[in-house]
């Protein structure tokens, strides 16, 4: 089963390049912020190893829900 992740891009990436690089490691894009130079993806298992070490990448978290109170 795919696990979602939220990629924040570091300032200055290129997001473009790190979303296809997603792409090309079978992620399925599920949301591109605008707010914040991130995006959102759903990684087959294990996939997601290659982008803690790609140079445009700042962070990678496990998507979840967010509440306020």
Known sequence: MPISYI?????????????????????????????????AAEFPDGAITTFENHPHVEGVEVDGVVTTQ
Do not use: C, L
């Open 7 to 39: 990629i924040t891009v570091k300032e200055g990436g290129n997001k473009d390049e790190v979303k296809q690089h997603a792409i090309d490691s079978g992620a399925r894009i599920t949301h591109d912020y605008t707010i914040i130079n991130a995006f």
